[in-house]
């Protein structure tokens, strides 16, 4: 022992105390870092682990006054809440809310992802974390602790600032970049991540330092493990001798220096990284704190042994929260830089080792999400709509709003970092899966009871209800009935558009509800060649519904049917655009040009400004290693290519399919001329729609959707367009559906390909001075322009290596599954794309809900009648989204002082919930500048109802009273505090200004 305290105080010796800054003052953050997935189930942690990390911790912290923890994830809390905390559990919780000894940090239902998910989505478990922790205890959250998301979007910052944190604390940045901000003190900064906002929802923010959130660990004399004396959990089942692998040696008179030189030592050198005296000292890591009584009881003699030799340390430390420590610096009152609306994407730990294969890991699982969160959407406004609609109706409001709860659960939960991202294991995908699965079919079924209960035709028939793309569409097979669809459009605009209905049989005519006839195309089915897809021409009102009657019949009504011309397979190697054999494909605004010779496109003529432009798609594969002790691999995370992607097809079969609405291209790619099966499949669909109706979007895209897999082994999958727009090999992508970030290409010395790939969660686009072509996206993916002119995106991913690591924690992709993406591709001039992009990216993502029944032959016909849930459609302005309309079900009182005095009277809860609410969000789409037009301040009539009040983005500040912290910055030389008050005029009028998120409680008029 006397050997290692020597070294111990050599090294200390050579730690420099930070310049300048005196005594340091360390603020010990007890937390537990809890993976809502990742490794094991949410069932499976809560039963080893965490459960017991809130019942020791709430016991122990009752124990000692000087304790302190802060809380994360919700999801974990309220299943302990509800299913595991006692009555003397839970009014200890509301004591040490009100001594400040326990604090909720982000107060989502997760710590989200940053790279990969929605903005509307990280709104919705937000609002769920901070819905339940409002109206149990009456406390709203101010900071945040995203420490572990693998990369930082410059959304999140605005997203927390409009929330109403006053400072936002981040980790996990790319290694080079972080070394350089700890060498020059620039950790810490004020982010303004909206151009638009600026400074208006500016945030301080702390990049942790190399450190990030877990207590150093590897102490020699310590077992190994640094300040973890709970040791590490254990699963299945916790040890019933409570003794876990890798405790640390107990604190005791004959190594307590030992322990508190180490503490000093590490305090000291994050302390020369900063700006202050103050240093954040987390205390934890993954899964720790499950026997808080064996942490705080070593740990509370080393903090006083600390502070009683201060004077030789040089250092004090104390158990605090977060807001101890941001506080603390706070009151320094020193001038920040201001960092502007650059993200921290992507995200590398080495030279080697790009975080970038997560934008694409796990596609069926993105998909799943997006559609599960697209169909909450639609039934959140149908359900708000119909309560306002009939508020005696018969069906059980209780029963409609705890559908919705199993749906927002299950989206809010896969917003995790180690959810979405397709960064867990296979029996964790299954678990995200299944609860969205279950939530999916229980909005079903509210929609279709809503149907059922507003509509008397529909009580002399039976319904069935399923929604595009998340499961297999029913297919009309019987002649001898009517057949019908009801179509939900949840924007709240007009939209005009397809929706396609799988039939049995070819000929049939299609009739709106007053029997008119409606155009529609039948064709035979790519995918099933017994059957046929009916595309049917819809134009809805917003937020409304409409039926149409499918028939079997052979008159001059009937649906136009298509004819296919098939082409043989070509051989692709060494093509060119020198090919005099092109096959045009058309509507009204693009000419596309497909090679005869090679069977692959050509080009794409805008017939606006009659400007073509040269396009090729092809499949590729990066070949990646899986060995090791061969050098880099990728796994669930890490994208580390062995060299340029390799053409996946020697040969492509082509089908086009003609008819008078529809055009489709069927693309087939071979491994080689001789191949039984294809390996990929392309569909591109064109859209023509006849006079009258508006064909604005419909007209302005092609439709691609992909068939990728099952891939071989070590196999990632790209579908790389080729243009000759003169790019600079520069890239634009999406933060979360937000904001757009430009990506010029950098020329990385190791790893380039893999550094330069970023995520596309809604948009992506390359341009030249003329023209722009843009790609909108249904789920997420990876997305790069390795050469000028060229965009790619990564399809699908399939791989397995021998890192250790990644076999014991099952994380090394072996994805066999066939993924179905699509996209929709927009060419045109910048200011057209403008004026179509966002309208577009939310068509896309939320296309119209379809839900099917049917009717005996002698039940009433259905003509003559319309049906709707709401009074009048609605429709806002084109730069406007209505992002959320639905009742939360929240019982808590809007005045927060009567809201904190009805829980102390114990008065809230008893209610089930409260139907009278509405939350209300509208988001305006475009960037200050972006548009003429589009980018002015929109105005909006809440006149159906009365605002009451407007609120933060997460439904629980009243904005009036919103007081953040007030920052000094270079550009703003004095602290206060940033009020955030909007106005609503007497009539409901609200102006709505560029990339404001605007969010009100509304109250039904009695």
Avoid at 77 to 105: M, N, P, S, Y
Wanted: proline share 4%; charged share 20%; aromatic share 12%.
């Amino acid at each position: 022992p006397g050997g290692t305290m020597y070294l111990l105080l050599a090294f200390l010796s050579l730690i420099p105390r930070a310049a300048g800054l005196g005594e340091l003052k360390a603020f010990v953050v007890a937390h537990s870092h809890m993976d809502v997935g990742w490794v094991y189930t949410v069932q499976e942690s809560m039963h080893a682990y965490a459960a017991n990390v809130y019942t020791t911790v709430v016991e122990e912290l009752i124990k000692g006054k000087q304790r302190k923890f802060i809380a994360v994830e919700q999801e974990f809390f309220r299943l302990w809440w509800d299913t595991v905390a006692t009555d003397v559990h839970k009014q200890q919780v509301h004591q040490l809310l009100q001594e400040g000894r326990l604090e909720f940090i982000i107060g989502g239902q997760v710590m989200h992802d940053e790279a990969v998910t929605q903005i509307d989505d990280q709104i919705l478990q937000l609002t769920e974390g901070h819905g339940f922790l409002y109206e149990t205890f009456g406390i709203r959250p101010q900071f945040s602790w995203h420490v572990d998301p693998f990369g930082a979007s410059a959304t999140t910052p605005t997203l927390f600032a409009l929330a109403g944190f006053n400072a936002h604390l981040i980790s996990r940045i790319d290694y080079d970049e972080k070394d350089t901000m700890q060498k020059t003190k620039k950790l810490q900064f004020v982010w303004r991540g909206s151009p638009s906002l600026s400074e208006n929802d500016e945030i301080f923010t702390h990049v942790m330092d190399q450190y990030s959130y877990c207590t150093p660990p590897q102490i020699s004399f310590s077992n190994r493990s640094g300040f973890y004396w709970n040791g590490i959990a254990v699963f299945p089942d916790p040890p019933k001798d409570g003794v876990y692998p890798d405790m640390s040696v107990p604190v005791t008179d004959a190594n307590i220096h030992l322990y508190a030189e180490t503490m000093v030592a590490n305090i000291k050198k994050r302390a020369a990284w900063f700006q202050t005296a103050d240093v954040l000292w987390p205390w934890g890591c993954d899964k720790q704190f499950f026997n808080a009584s064996v942490q705080y009881s070593n740990m509370d003699p080393l903090l006083n042994y600390i502070n009683k030799h201060a004077d030789q340390f040089g250092v004090t430390v104390q158990y605090s929260t977060v807001s101890d420590y941001f506080q603390a610096v706070y009151n320094r009152n020193l001038t920040w830089d201001i960092r502007n609306d650059r993200d921290f994407l992507p995200y590398s730990t080495e030279p080697f080792q790009a975080w970038t294969g997560f934008y694409t890991s796990r596609s069926v699982l993105k998909g799943i999400a997006r559609r599960a969160s697209s169909l909450l959407y639609a039934g959140e406004s149908f359900f708000t709509q119909y309560v306002r609609k009939y508020p005696t109706g018969s069906l059980c409001k209780f029963w409609a709003l705890q559908q919705l709860r199993s749906l927002r659960w299950a989206v809010s939960e896969v917003q995790h970092h180690d959810g979405i991202t397709g960064t867990e294991s296979p029996k964790v995908k299954d678990m995200y899966v299944n609860h969205l699965m279950h939530g999916i079919l229980n909005v079903k079924k509210l929609m279709a009871s809503i149907i059922l209960d507003t509509d008397s035709a529909n009580k002399e028939g039976e319904m069935a209800v399923a929604v595009p793309i998340i499961t297999p569409i029913p297919i009309f097979c019987t002649k001898n009935v009517e057949q019908y669809i009801i179509v939900y459009n949840p924007l709240a605009w007009n939209i005009t558009t397809f929706v396609v209905v799988a039939m049995s049989y070819s000929v049939v005519s299609v009739y709106d509800e007053l029997g008119h006839p409606v155009p529609a195309q039948i064709q035979s089915s790519a995918e099933s060649p017994s059957t046929y897809d009916l595309y049917i021409l819809v134009t809805l009102s917003g937020l409304s519904y409409r039926r149409y009657s499918v028939k079997s019949s052979a008159d001059k009504e009937s649906a136009f049917i298509a004819r296919s011309v098939k082409y043989g397979r070509k051989v692709i190697k060494d093509s060119d655009h020198q090919s005099g054999h092109l096959i045009p494909v058309l509507n009204n605004c693009y000419t596309v040009m497909l090679d005869q010779d090679t069977n692959l496109m050509h080009s794409i003529t805008d017939k606006e400004t009659n400007q073509t432009v040269q396009v090729t798609q092809k499949f590729l594969e990066y070949h990646v290693n899986g060995d090791v002790r061969k050098g880099p691999v990728s796994d669930n995370y890490l994208f580390s290519p062995n060299g340029s992607p390799v053409e996946a097809s020697e040969a492509v079969g082509l089908e086009i399919v003609s008819g008078n609405l529809v055009r489709e291209i069927r693309q087939y790619f071979y491994r080689n001329i001789t191949a039984q099966d294809y390996m990929y499949v392309a569909y591109s669909r064109i859209y023509s729609v006849p006079s009258g109706y508006d064909d604005k979007l419909l007209c302005h895209r092609i439709e691609q959707e992909y068939r990728a897999g099952p891939l071989e082994l070590n196999r990632e999958a790209i579908l790389r367009t080729s243009t000759n727009l003169n790019t600079n090999q520069t890239l634009h992508t999406d933060n979360n559906g937000y904001q757009m970030q430009k990506r010029p290409y950098k020329a990385y010395v190791n790893n380039a390909v893999a550094r330069n790939y970023y995520p596309v969660v809604q948009t992506a686009y390359i341009e030249d001075d003329s023209m722009r072509m843009m790609l909108l996206a249904e789920r997420s993916h990876g997305v790069s322009s390795q050469g000028n002119g060229q965009v790619e995106v990564m399809l699908h991913r399939r791989l397995w290596n021998n890192l250790e690591w990644d076999l014991n924690y099952n994380l090394t992709l072996n994805d066999t599954s066939v993924v179905r993406p699509v996209f929709w591709l927009i060419l045109a001039t910048k200011p057209a794309t403008n004026g179509l992009y966002q309208t577009s990216a939310l068509a896309l993502e939320h296309r119209p809900v379809v839900m099917y029944g049917e009717l005996a032959a002698e039940k009433p016909k259905l003509q003559g009648q319309h049906h709707s849930v709401q009074r009048d459609p609605v429709t806002l302005p084109a730069n406007l989204h209505l992002q959320t309309l639905s009742i939360p079900g929240w019982t808590y009182s809007s005045n927060h002082t009567e809201q904190l005095q009805n829980i102390h009277k114990g008065i809230g809860k008893q209610e089930d919930a409260d139907f009278r609410r509405i939350l209300l969000r509208i988001r305006h789409l475009y960037e200050v500048g972006e548009d003429p037009v589009l980018s002015q301040p929109a105005t909006v009539n809440l006149k159906v109802v009365s605002a009451e009040m407007g609120g933060s983005s997460g439904g629980t500040w009243d904005i009036k009273t919103l007081e953040r912290w007030k920052w000094k910055s270079a550009q703003h030389l004095s602290r206060g505090f940033s009020g955030n008050a909007k106005k609503t005029t007497e009539n409901s009028t609200v102006t709505i200004h560029p990339k404001e998120i605007r969010t009100f409680f509304v109250y039904f008029q009695d």
